[in-house]
């Protein structure tokens, strides 16, 4: 199956880029996580090495600072934690017992990233480097991305539970449901925001707002999440209840077979792919340089995606 995801998804017709400095910052961020005991066995050390978050975060990111990809790396390692915890271990089975993590990862969101508020020492490791992102998020000093990244993490936390709900009673959502959720259950969007970070001023609040360039947002953050189903699809048809993936809603609610479903899944990317770049050349043509900018950061994320995504021992 991970062949023929391969060869039917189009390539994005956009430059592959990679940022000079993802070496150096990948190592910074495996101390990171070390240090902070976000993973703390050699074989899920192992694991996350073979994610190459810095790969993905230094393809989506080729033009940041250093310290902005360093950002993106350590925001994408803490999203690939919790991933695993939910979807690999027991965490994300019962909504009852994810919901005290949850909660308490909601308490370090609430701290915004406050320099004088003490790191939750007591809450553990994945609520320390939480908040240890939002103060480095508050010190770029643009408090509207803060807001916005902090919102979308606690959107992202709490479509966690819904998950959870799912892996009780086994159950496949349909597709127009998986669809909204994945946008949030993905972690593409935050990661957005901190790419955004990463660069010098973007759009302002009122063109930001632009109902053109929000749907091509909704756009970006689909093709990243669909990307990522169908090339994960391979390791995750074998775990069940498999329900949250593209390709398995459109089985359960079509009827479809799993080589139908797959076609119908890469036939959706495909489709989405073209109109996303027939939508992101109109806009660029209208476009000043600040949205031009922000436009190019979407490009890099749906090429990084594509890119890191043919190579990742993640969905080996």
């Not at 643009?142 to 990244?149: G, I």
């Not at 993905?186 to 360039?213: C, I, K, N, Q, Y």
Request: a negative charge.
């Amino acid at each position: 199956m991970r062949g023929y995801a391969l060869s039917a998804l189009h390539e994005p017709p956009f430059a592959a880029r990679r940022h000079p400095a993802v070496d150096r910052v990948a190592a910074a961020s495996a101390d990171w996580a070390r240090d902070l005991g976000l993973v703390d066995d050699p074989a899920g050390q192992r694991r996350l090495a073979g994610a190459h978050a810095a790969e993905l975060a230094g393809r989506a990111c080729p033009d940041a600072t250093v310290d902005g990809l360093r950002l993106l790396t350590d925001l994408i390692t803490w999203l690939f934690v919790v991933d695993d915890a939910c979807d690999d271990g027991d965490l994300g089975v019962d909504p009852t017992r994810l919901a005290p993590t949850v909660a308490t990862l909601l308490t370090a969101l609430d701290r915004h990233g406050d320099p004088a508020a003490p790191a939750p020492t007591d809450a553990g490791p994945l609520a320390v480097a939480l908040h240890d992102l939002c103060r480095r998020a508050r010190d770029v000093r643009r408090p509207a991305l803060l807001l916005r990244l902090v919102s979308q993490l606690r959107e992202y936390l709490l479509a966690l539970l819904w998950e959870a709900a799912n892996r009780e009673h086994r159950r496949v959502p349909g597709v127009a449901e998986y669809v909204q959720m994945r946008r949030h259950t993905g972690g593409v969007r935050p990661s957005f925001t901190v790419t955004d970070l990463a660069h010098p001023a973007r759009p302002g609040p009122a063109r930001r707002a632009d109902p053109a360039l929000a749907a091509l947002d909704v756009l970006a953050t689909d093709l990243v999440c669909w990307c990522n189903d169908l090339f994960s699809y391979d390791k995750e048809r074998g775990v069940a209840p498999g329900s949250h993936n593209l390709v398995t809603t459109i089985a359960g609610e079509t009827g479809q077979g799993e080589e139908a479903a797959l076609r119908a899944a890469a036939a959706r990317f495909n489709a989405t792919l073209d109109v996303y770049a027939e939508r992101d050349a109109a806009l660029v043509a209208a476009a000043d340089d600040g949205t031009r900018a922000f436009l190019a950061t979407r490009r890099d994320w749906v090429r990084a995606t594509y890119d890191w995504s043919r190579a990742a021992a993640r969905y080996a």
